[in-house]
């Protein structure tokens, strides 16, 4: 009897002591950053975005939320090297996912107005262009993102896409329609 008390005695230290050391565990591991922090938060939602993609669905309160991290880490963390990017995504969410047209060119104006490093530059400016231009009805302020990107950018992509969408301005729906029906016939007899 008293041999089986040992044998109680000694399981019961080990599963205490296992207990003590995997609870003291996280103990040692440091505490994350606030930025550190943000940043997972920030992988956590974007993770939660790409599962829902794939199902081709969306969710305007987890869309919401990233845009948020991504403002809240961007007004935190102003000259972050992340700061652009997570800017540049949430002006995509803001647009494409909840509509805020408004919303996604003012994010991409910060981008502009303080990343000039920024390897998507040219291409913020496209997009703001295209969004004043399409969404906002502001031609006067897509021609001066367009211009911008004409002749800061001269070999990008974006550039043909903006000298076309320059072109046209003051023109109607069918006006533009024929204009291409009228390139594409002289395509064809190429």
């Known amino acids: 009897m008293q041999d089986d008390m040992k044998k109680l005695l000694l399981i019961l230290t080990g599963i205490?002591?296992?207990?003590?050391?995997?609870?003291?565990?996280?103990?040692?591991?440091?505490?994350?950053?606030?930025?550190?922090?943000?940043?997972?938060?920030?992988?956590?939602?974007?993770m939660r975005i790409t599962e829902l993609k794939a199902s081709n669905k969306l969710d305007k309160k987890l869309a919401s939320a990233a845009l948020e991290a991504y403002t809240q880490f961007a007004a935190t963390y102003k000259t972050d090297s992340l700061t652009p990017w997570y800017l540049y995504k949430a002006a995509d969410i803001a647009s494409a996912a909840l509509g805020d047209h408004k919303k996604a060119v003012d994010l991409y104006d910060i981008i502009l107005a303080g990343h000039k490093k920024f390897p998507k530059y040219p291409d913020c400016l496209f997009l703001a262009g295209f969004i004043s231009q399409d969404k906002l009805q502001n031609g006067i302020k897509a021609k001066e993102y367009y211009d911008e990107l004409i002749r800061d950018f001269p070999d990008h992509d974006f550039v043909d896409d903006a000298q076309a969408m320059i072109s046209f301005f003051g023109k109607t729906d069918e006006e533009i329609i024929r204009e291409f029906e009228k390139k594409n016939q002289e395509m064809q007899k190429k």
């Open 16 to 46: 205490s002591g296992i207990f003590l050391f995997s609870c003291s565990g996280g103990e040692n591991q440091p505490e994350l950053s606030p930025r550190d922090s943000l940043v997972r938060k920030i992988d956590t939602i974007e």
